[in-house]
């Protein structure tokens, strides 16, 4: 059965960095030639694909967050993590990761709730 | 990047109808797009790829179709449990992009 963990900080201050980790069981990162991805919800609000990594390494980021995204993958440990530095109080959301296969997102993990504030 | 939007913004039906959401893209996606139902405190949940494919253990009352800018996901005889918000979301060109939701409340 495949499943994802989100992990990190629930608390980050303005212009610091937001970091947060993927755990995967159940599927091989490294063996997948899948993309995975981070998608975050602003309270009370919609989805927003924040950014994937494909298994090779591969990246592409979402042009509004661009600047300041890096997503990196640990196949020995079967992660992958975001980092998003200089936050502000519009980057308060809950973050997902889930598998991307294809393009579509068919796993996901339950979700972080990251609050930007000091 | 393309912009998909959905309508209506909310949607009533009673349950046992039948609902109708419709997701527009600024371009072609061909059939590259995806609808997803999110209830509250959950993750979204894969329900159609590839705009028609109902994904594992979706039940028949769901059903899309479309391709190219217009895409739409059936919902035929409503269950309690339906009564969420769904999303539309392209694979067809970086950056994915999601639309902003139909809400599907009770009438």
């Known amino acids: 059965q495949l499943q994802l963990q989100e992990s990190g900080p629930g608390l980050v201050k303005p212009s610091e960095t937001l970091s947060l980790t993927c755990t995967v069981s159940?599927?091989?990162?490294?063996?997948?030639?899948?993309?995975w991805g981070w998608v975050r919800q602003p309270p009370g609000r919609g989805l927003e694909w924040v950014g994937s990594?494909?298994?090779?390494?591969?990246?592409y980021y979402n042009p509004s967050l661009k600047s300041r995204v890096t997503i990196s993958v640990d196949t020995s440990k079967n992660q992958f993590s975001l980092k998003l530095s200089s936050v502000t109080a519009a980057d308060t959301a809950v973050y997902y990761c889930?598998?991307?296969?294809?393009?579509?997102?068919?796993?996901w993990g339950q979700g972080t709730l990251v609050t930007v504030s000091s | 990047e393309v912009v998909l939007t959905q309508s209506p913004a909310t949607l009533s039906v009673s349950p046992g109808g039948r609902a109708t959401l419709s997701c527009r893209a600024s371009?072609?996606?061909?059939?590259?797009l995806a609808w997803y139902q999110q209830k509250p405190g959950q993750a979204p949940r894969l329900l159609i790829y590839?705009?028609?494919t109902r994904a594992t253990s979706i039940p028949a009352r769901f059903s899309g179709s479309g391709s190219g800018t217009h895409f739409t996901l059936t919902i035929s005889s409503l269950q309690s449990e339906d009564f969420s918000v769904y999303y539309c979301?392209?694979?067809?060109?970086?950056?994915?992009?999601f639309g902003q939701g139909t809400k599907l409340e009770i009438k």
């Open positions: 371009q072609s996606v061909s059939n590259n």
């Open positions: 979301q392209q694979s067809n060109s970086w950056p994915y992009t």
């Open positions: 159940g599927d091989s990162i490294s063996s997948s030639n899948y993309y």
């Open positions: 590839g705009a028609s």
């Open positions: 889930a598998r991307q296969p294809y393009g579509k997102y068919d796993y």
């Open positions: 990594i494909h298994s090779s390494g591969n990246t």
